[in-house]
Structures are given as structure tokens and as C-alpha cells.
RNA sequence: GGUGGGGUGGCGGAGCGGUUGAACGCGCCGGUCUUGAAAACCGGUAUACCCUUCGGGGUAUCGCGGGUUCGAAUCCCGCCCCCACCGCCA
């Protein structure tokens, strides 16, 4: 969430960056609802004083005045009674007061508690305007010597290519119709080398960011409470995308959600807590499994490995200070990362810029990288490389948080100065899989129908060179 | 699922309804002593928000929420969580 303080100095810093994310947010109501809340707070905390200051003056008062009341008699206890009652008068008449000051801020608190949750972050100073995926900006492309994604396929390879559609048919790599029957629409079985091939890229991208990057490898839950959501930053907004686990209904005390990306399991580790200035950056990775509903996807990739309900992926999070110099450093540290693992897997891939009407809320920065998928149906409208079939699909997403998310999380650390600091917070996606195989099953099919098992992933597949 | 026991500061652990943000111990930081270290001794050690003449002042927080009371860590109600044992179990 956004810095209320913030929020007081330039409110239109977040009125024009929900804007620009084209986030429907009533910014100035949170001004409003903020301010009555100090306000209250204030008033509150003033009567509060009174109250204890004379509860400390008057209490050893009544208390002497009721030991005498249990000698006295006659007129001289009824004058007593009276003593006592005219000191209970004042903390009495402020007790009321408070009530009703907590009785409106009751009101308040929700509703401004509500709208901070609500209000994004603003997109960056150098992120591009736009309002769809349309409008981002490739920055650069990468691709192996024996295939330019600018040339057709029949150019690069000499026959004409299969989609994964139907090479995982023809190499009974994925049986959809039984993962349909038994789970529904946009579910799965991966079979035989295709889950062996699945295994093979996770556990290829975990090795590589934990063996020569140096994150911790975790394992962790992908079953959470919703402040875990809400802490991440996909709550409220996402709600929609997340499954619900109905717990309290059975009589259990906590909702649950399954996670839709490591992300959150990740990020909520170190939730609540202030972190040792010295033990930043904090690098972790997770392989897991990955449930997303696709609510308002209806129609959308509905064919194929590309948009399913159940994935897996591995994430990888940077915690570090609150520096924006760092936190861009780390930036790019990622997606390096994940572009010489492309480049190790010989995919061909593009970066691209995300406008700011792509990025969500919490994302102050959005880079996404997207995988040649030379079986890939073109978006209307848009106009990859040549008139050929194939297109750009998107892999992995980089985000840059700033404190968004770690200011959710209540995740800090002690300056040198010995006051807590919100940390940064970033995460991009090493893999995520099987919408990776459509890339890997494309691009490394033969004209026989085989499929070239790419060298990074042998030791993986127990040395196996080719799938059928 | 059954039975019992608990939730207090970084940790352990006290706490007749009234200067208790909370004894004591450990840890941590600073200092004295020491050639250095240890030990010993002395001092300091929560978070958030608000106000400030920048000295400081105030409020909240003892699992969470509500109630009783002039006043609640302490009493009452509801909820959540954890632990132990038994049962079941990958």
C-alpha cells in the first residue's frame, strides 16, 4: 500500500498514477476519510489523557472514601456516597464522550482502511503511458544462431512446423480430454516425457538461480491465509483469480487461498518482521504450484498448455533496502538472470516494457518477457515480425515494488541510524512450465515429428536426446 | 477426530482491578576493569501513530474482537492460534 504520508503532501501523485493504470480508485475520499480519522484520533487521544490523569488523581480518592463508608453511618455515610459520586461525575462525562468518538471512527476505519488497501502504486517515472498490452514498448530480442524468430519457420528449419497442439497429441506428451473430465476445463495430465520434460526445466531453473546465483531454495506453502494475499498485494484487486477454500464453513477458524504464484509464499515469509540490515538482500526461490481461476479469461487461449487453472513455477524474490538505486540494480539482476537461461535453452525471446495500463497495482515497474512461440496464433491487430504464423507469448514477468508490497507486509529493517525502514521488494519468474514447453516443443521439433530434447535439459531426462 | 494444557517484550518467565510498557533472568548494545579476551560490575535496550518551542509530550499495543468499571495484562463473553498425548495417516 501507498505511504499516507505521501498521500498528504501530493494526493495528485496517486490520483493521476490510478489513472494512468486505469484504476478506478476515489483517491480524494481517502484524503477525506484520512483526514476525519486524525482528527478523531486526535480528539480521542486528548479525552483519553484527561481520563487517565484523572483516573489517577481521583481513584485513591474513592478508595479511602469507600473504607470510611463501611464505619460511617446515618448521615454521614449518605454524605460519602455523595463525595463519591460527585468525583465519579467528570471521568464519567468523559467516558460518554470517547464512546462516541470510537462509535464514528467504528465508521471510518473500514471504509479508509478499504480505499488505502485500494489505491496502486504509481507507475513509474520512465514507464511508458498505454492502456493495454498493446502499448508496451519491446526493448530488445535475443535469439540462437540456428533460428532468427524474423525469418519463418519453414526459413529457419525447412518444414513446416506442428503447433504444441499437436505434437504433444502426435507424442502423447498431454492428455487433455481425461485432465478435463476429471478437473474441467483448462486442466491437464502431462505424460511420460512430457512430464519428465516438465520436471526437467523446473528443476534446471531452480539449480541455476540456487547453484550459480545464490538464492535459498524454499519450499513452501502454497495454501494461505488471506493476509498473505492481501499482504502480497493480490488482494483485494484479485481476488476473483484466487481459489477459495472454504474452511470456516466446516467450522474451522481461517478461510484459506491457494496461491497463484510463489510470489506470495515467498514474500510472506518474512511478513511482520524487522529484518537484519546486514542479512539484506535476501534472495529466495520457490518451485511451486501455481492455481489461478483465469476468472474474466472465458474464451481466452482456451486450447493447449498456454492458460490452465494449475501450474507450476519457479519464482524468484529479491528483499533488499529501500534504495531505488538497488532495487533497479536488482531489476535488471533478475531478468539477466532469466535471459541467459533462455539463452542456455537456446529460446528465442524478446523483452517488452510494460505500459503503465499493464502493470496491476502494486507494480511500480513491469518488465515481461515473452518466448517465440513459432506455433502461436498472432493477437488481432498485432504485427510480429513478418506475416508469418508464430508469435511473441509471454513466459515471465519482472516487477519492481519499491515498498508496495513490503509496506503490506509490515517487512523492515534497522538503518544505521537505528529506525526501521520498509524494505523493497521484487520477484520475476525463472519458469514457469508447462506454458515453457510450447516454446521448448516448438521450437525444438524435427521434421520427422520428433522432438530434440535441448541439451541443458538432458541430465535432467536421465540423458535423453529426443521425445519420439 | 478425542482429551488435556497454554497464548505477556528478541527469548525464558512474573504479574492483589489503580504511576505496570510491564518485575526478574537470558540475549543484544555501550562503558569500567584487562596487554587482549573472558568473568565481574555499571548503564542502555519494543513497535506504531499524533503533537512539538526539537528539550520532549501524548495515545495505542500483554493472541484477536466485544463487554463490565471512574480505571483492565488482570474480571466477563465470543473467536483465533499453539502445544502435549491418543486415534487416523502421505
Redesign the pocket.
Known amino acids: 500500500m501507498i505511504d499516507?504520508?505521501l498521500l498528504r503532501q501530493d494526493p495528485d501523485v496517486f490520483r493521476r498514477g490510478a489513472l494512468a493504470k486505469g484504476i478506478d480508485v476515489d483517491v480524494d475520499r481517502l484524503v477525506n476519510l484520512d483526514e476525519q480519522r486524525?482528527a478523531l484520533?486526535?480528539e480521542?487521544?486528548?479525552k483519553?489523557?484527561e481520563?487517565?490523569?484523572?483516573?489517577?488523581e481521583?481513584?485513591?480518592q474513592?478508595?479511602t472514601l469507600q473504607g470510611q463508608l463501611k464505619s460511617a453511618q446515618g448521615p454521614q455515610r449518605d454524605a460519602i456516597q455523595k463525595k463519591i459520586q460527585a468525583l465519579?461525575e467528570k471521568?464519567?462525562e468523559?467516558?460518554t464522550e470517547i464512546q462516541s468518538v470510537d462509535r464514528t471512527l467504528?465508521e471510518i476505519e473500514p471504509q479508509w482502511k478499504e480505499l488505502w488497501l485500494a489505491v496502486p502504486q504509481p507507475p513509474d517515472r520512465d514507464v511508458p503511458a498505454g492502456d493495454s498490452p498493446a502499448d508496451n514498448v519491446e526493448l530488445r530480442r535475443w535469439h540462437p544462431s540456428w533460428f532468427d524468430p524474423d525469418k519463418s519457420f519453414v526459413d529457419n528449419k525447412g518444414f513446416v512446423p506442428k503447433t504444441h497442439l499437436e505434437l504433444v497429441r502426435d507424442l502423447n506428451l498431454v492428455d487433455f480430454e481425461r485432465g478435463v473430465k476429471m478437473a474441467g476445463t483448462r486442466s491437464y495430465f502431462l505424460r511420460g516425457d512430457g512430464a519428465r520434460l516438465h520436471q526437467a526445466v523446473l528443476r534446471l531453473a531452480l539449480d541455476y538461480v540456487v547453484n550459480e546465483h545464490g538464492f535459498t531454495a524454499l519450499s513452501a506453502p502454497v495454501i494461505v491465509r488471506e493476509e498473505a494475499m492481501v499482504g502480497t498485494g493480490f488482494f483485494p484487486a484479485g481476488r476473483d483469480q484466487a481459489y477459495h477454500i472454504e474452511e470456516?464453513k466446516?467450522?474451522?477458524?481461517?478461510d484459506l487461498f491457494l496461491v497463484g504464484t510463489g510470489e506470495v509464499s515467498l514474500m510472506g515469509l518474512h511478513g511482520d518482521e524487522?529484518l537484519d540490515a546486514d542479512s539484506l538482500p535476501l534472495k529466495y526461490a520457490t518451485v511451486s504450484t501455481c492455481f489461478r481461476r483465469e476468472a474474466g479469461a472465458a474464451g481466452k487461449d482456451t486450447a493447449g498448455l498456454f492458460r490452465v487453472h494449475q501450474f507450476d513455477k519457479v519464482e524468484q524474490v529479491v528483499i533488499c533496502k529501500a534504495d531505488e538505486a538497488e532495487s533497479r540494480h536488482w531489476h535488471q539482476t533478475m531478468i539477466g538472470i532469466v535471459e541467459s537461461f533462455l539463452q542456455r535453452l537456446e529460446l528465442p525471446y524478446r523483452l517488452v516494457q510494460c505500459c503503465t495500463g499493464d502493470l496491476g497495482p502494486k507494480n511500480a515497474d513491469m518488465i515481461d518477457i515473452e518466448c517465440w512461440m513459432p506455433g502461436r496464433t498472432p493477437a488481432p491487430g498485432s504485427a510480429p515480425g513478418s506475416a508469418q504464423a508464430g508469435d511473441w507469448g509471454e513466459t515471465h514477468s519482472a516487477s519492481r515494488l519499491y515498498d508496495y508490497q513490503c509496506r503490506r507486509l509490515n517487512m523492515?529493517y534497522?538503518d544505521s541510524s537505528?529506525?526501521?525502514v520498509i524494505c523493497h521488494s521484487l520477484n520475476n519468474t525463472v519458469a514457469a512450465s508447462p506454458r515453457i514447453l510450447i516454446p521448448i516443443l516448438e521450437m525444438y521439433q524435427n521434421k520427422d515429428g520428433s522432438v530434440t530434447v535441448p541439451e541443458v535439459l538432458r541430465p535432467y531426462m536421465n540423458g535423453q536426446e529426443r521425445i519420439g
Open positions: 499516507l504520508k486524525r484520533t486526535a480521542r487521544e486528548t483519553r489523557a481520563q487517565k490523569r484523572l483516573s489517577k481521583i481513584g485513591p474513592i478508595g465519579q471521568p464519567a468523559l467516558k467504528a470456516s466446516r467450522g474451522a477458524g481461517h524487522i523492515r534497522r537505528g529506525s526501521t
